[in-house]
């Protein structure tokens, strides 16, 4: 976040809505001299109209308060790009498929980076008809676990959550799948391609 809620993006976002400064105003119930001053710096919102900016202008708090304005300029989304989040928090799993600002438990995620599957994280892969079956030799206690495995193809990801003191596996549909993520509590995200057996 460059300051607190930059007037750039306010001024930005309500010429787009093609909105003055005093229509904002009357609808956020404060002077147009008010909404000046954000604008150009010279002021910040009192935070307690900041959910109230938010939908005025039609962005997400966490947009207004990052400063950055998230559009959707992927119009034809690559399943394999596919970013994953989890919240330390409550455990919470979750993806997009494009640029994105998530938020869970009042904190904003930052996107996992997959790291190459180490001898310690090793996703072992066996064909068994028209499936994978997946395992990861790993120790499951309550402390140290693997939390998910992913199956990513290039139309669709498939998640499963695993639990502590259970086995570290599972199958999936071997149908376009392309790439296998798991993730470890304690050590992040781990990927491995898959390479089609002629």
Known sequence: MNQYVTGSIIRKL?????MTQLE???HLQVSDKTVSKWETGKGYPDIA??????????????ELLSGD???NTNRSFNMLRTKLYVCPICGNVISATGEAVISCCGITLPVLEAEPADEMHAINVE????????TIHHDMTKDHYISFIV???DNGMNLVKLYPEGNAETRFKRNRTKKLYCYCNKH????QRIIKKR
Not at 127 to 132: F, K, L, P, S, T
Not at 188 to 191: C, H, K, S, T
């Open 14 to 18: 309500r010429e787009e809505k093609k």
């Open 24 to 26: 904002l105003a009357k």
């Open 49 to 62: 109209l900041i959910e109230h900016i938010s939908k005025a202008l039609g962005i997400s708090t966490i």
């Open 69 to 71: 304005d998230i559009s």
């Open 127 to 134: 064909q068994v008809e028209d499936e994978y079956y997946v």
């Open 151 to 153: 199956s990513v193809s």
């Open 188 to 191: 992040g995200l781990f990927e």
